[in-house]
């Protein structure tokens, strides 16, 4: 008798992983996704942080020529910022670009010198579409000011 029970407790259990070899491929994959799609965002956000820090270069190119001592002319500075991000905004991917402002540099140096620049992308996702997610969003935002230094050409 025993040999019989032996043989009809095996033929129960064949096919017992069948239903959680579905569910372990859907973790794996997801899994997967979230990997794939992380890095992209990851990549994302350096993106934003390049184009963040260019506009807030453009926008520190402002400077007012006029005056003696070294001065950013707002009116300029955001021009410059708008120019730069006009461009980026055309790429299609970048869904915000935008001039925030201009800062004093430091508590010691009360000049308004620093131009502030916040930009934002968005991406589709890969694998995570599957579960719901169809975008991911990246932002940054960047400061720039400009540095006294040489004021005559340097003669080749």
Avoid: H
């Avoid at 400077?63 to 001065?71: F, K, M, P, R, Y």
């Avoid at 707002?74 to 001039?99: H, I, K, M, Q």
């Avoid at 502030?116 to 992308?121: G, I, K, Y």
């Amino acid at each position: 008798m025993e040999p019989l029970v032996r043989a009809v407790r095996a033929r129960g259990e064949r096919g017992s992983l069948a239903p959680a070899v579905p569910i372990i491929a859907f973790a794996l994959l997801a899994l997967g996704g979230l990997t794939i799609d992380a890095s992209r965002q990851l990549n994302a956000r350096g993106e934003a942080t390049a184009f963040a820090e260019e506009a807030a270069r453009a926008g520190a190119q402002g400077v007012d020529i006029s005056a003696d001592d070294l001065e950013l002319d707002p009116v300029l500075a955001r021009d410059r910022v708008d120019a730069y991000c006009r461009r980026v905004l055309a790429l299609g991917s970048v869904t915000e670009c935008s001039f925030v402002g201009i800062e004093p540099v430091s508590g010691t140096d009360p000049r308004p010198l620093v131009v502030v620049t916040e930009v934002r992308l968005q991406i589709n996702t890969t694998l995570l579409g599957m579960v719901g997610v169809r975008q991911m969003t990246a932002s940054a935002g960047a400061r720039a000011r400009p540095y006294e230094g040489i004021d005559t050409p340097i003669e080749p």
